[in-house]
């Protein structure tokens, strides 16, 4: 199935998992400062094979323009295609011409996971997911099923004040992980079959937008409420969230400090592409909180 443009933006938190008695530990090896030492200086060659720049992501509050260090760290995690020994089911499996809508629900998990809604969603082009138990792998640490790697993407600040990260090839783990499985448009071998995953927030100031296009599946979350529903398989497809239009729905009063969410899977080959723009202002810019 072929796909086409997509995006992505935003910023925060460290990459840290939920201990079980409530505390954080790094999922890279702990939190100090020789930890981060280790994980490289470019932005990518962390122990994950990802990391901040430096390890030099400011804190504090930050937003276009502002000093904030334009940097998203997120967690990918690698998979198998159905079409091969130990592969995921939900990988190289389904196809669709549009999004469906309502695989998850509405609201956000405890656990800050989406929660399996349905197979089929709204039913425009049949089943997107085999079960729920499969769907629960692709953003948890399983394993034998999955392989995770830090990534951070580089988000560029615009004239008009809006941060962008956009990519007509986004293939953050080829030549990792289970290593490459298909070619995209172009004949080169790339590694498809990955999940994305951030975890971000914002304060509401009135008049914010945040926009992504792009394919396969796409969730953001506002304060825990599905804002942006572009599930199942499909080719490159926007959607823009106002957060003015939008606000009792999900909760937000201008001033307050909020959640945001991201869960993203390229789930067939041929193309992968990958954008957000968006005019919110981001908060503990250093890192993201992932729990696993």
């Not at 695989?103 to 405890?110: H, I, K, S, W, Y």
């Amino acid at each position: 199935m072929r796909r086409a443009a997509a995006v992505l933006v935003a910023l925060s938190s460290s990459l840290a998992l939920a201990c079980g008695d409530g505390g954080l530990f790094s999922i890279f090896g702990g939190g100090d400062d020789d930890d981060k030492a280790s994980s490289g200086a470019g932005p990518n060659s962390g122990p994950f094979g990802g990391g901040p720049d430096d390890g030099d992501a400011g804190g504090g509050e930050g937003g276009p323009g502002d000093g904030c260090n334009p940097n998203l760290t997120g967690l990918v995690r690698d998979f198998k295609a159905a079409n091969v020994a130990g592969g995921h089911p939900d990988f190289q499996a389904y196809s669709g011409a549009g999004p469906t809508t309502g695989l998850v629900q509405r609201d956000l998990g405890a656990d800050k996971k989406p929660v399996f809604a349905s197979t089929t969603g709204s039913g425009e082009y049949g089943r997107q997911l085999t079960s729920r138990t499969d769907f629960d792998q692709w953003y948890r640490n399983t394993q034998g099923v999955n392989l995770p790697f830090e990534y951070v993407l580089a988000l560029q600040p615009t004239s008009d004040g809006v941060l962008t990260f956009s990519s007509n090839e986004f293939f953050p783990i080829d030549g990792r992980g289970f290593g490459n499985s298909g070619e995209d448009a172009n004949g080169k071998l790339r590694n498809f079959h990955f999940t994305f995953e951030l975890h971000l927030e914002f304060i509401y100031r009135g008049g914010e937008t945040f926009t992504f296009t792009g394919d396969d599946d796409l969730w953001t979350f506002f304060n825990g409420k599905l804002g942006i529903d572009l599930g199942g398989l499909h080719s490159a497809q926007s959607a823009t969230v106002r957060l003015d239009e939008v606000a009792a729905e999900l909760g937000i009063t201008k001033g307050g400090k909020y959640p945001l969410d991201v869960f993203h899977a390229e789930r067939r080959t041929n193309a992968s592409n990958f954008r957000i723009d968006t005019t919110l202002e981001f908060v503990n810019c250093g890192a993201i909180i992932v729990p696993k």
